[in-house]
């Protein structure tokens, strides 16, 4: 995560030391700004997202708020979700971003 003025909750699946690469602590409840994370995104609309070994190119990712970017990443795995409805992307998953 870079250069948020708030913190990231919920959806984070493990937060690690970016230095050493080991679990600081499993199912944070947030990250903020400089920590490294795992998490698990579900869009809110459609985008072409690829794995990034599969295809680079599609495969990365920028987060913005507010006119600045707040973390970059990579995507490990991709899931088909055909059953979230769009008009109401909360009906049938945990939580979201």
Same mark, same amino acid.
């Given at each position: 995560m870079l250069?948020?003025?708030s913190e990231i909750e919920l959806g984070d699946k493990l937060? =690690?030391?970016y230095q050493t690469g080991e679990t600081i602590e499993a199912s944070s409840?947030? =990250?903020k700004s400089g920590d490294l994370a795992t998490v698990k995104l579900v869009l809110l609309q459609p985008a072409c997202v690829e794995n990034f070994?599969?295809?680079p190119s599609l495969g990365h990712f920028t987060i913005r708020q507010m006119n600045h970017t707040v973390a970059v990443g990579i995507t490990k795995d991709v899931e088909?979700?055909?059953t979230v409805s769009y008009d109401n992307?909360?009906?049938n998953i945990d939580m979201y971003y």
């Open positions: 250069n948020s003025p937060k =690690i030391d409840k947030f =990250i070994q599969e295809y088909n979700m055909t992307p909360t009906s």
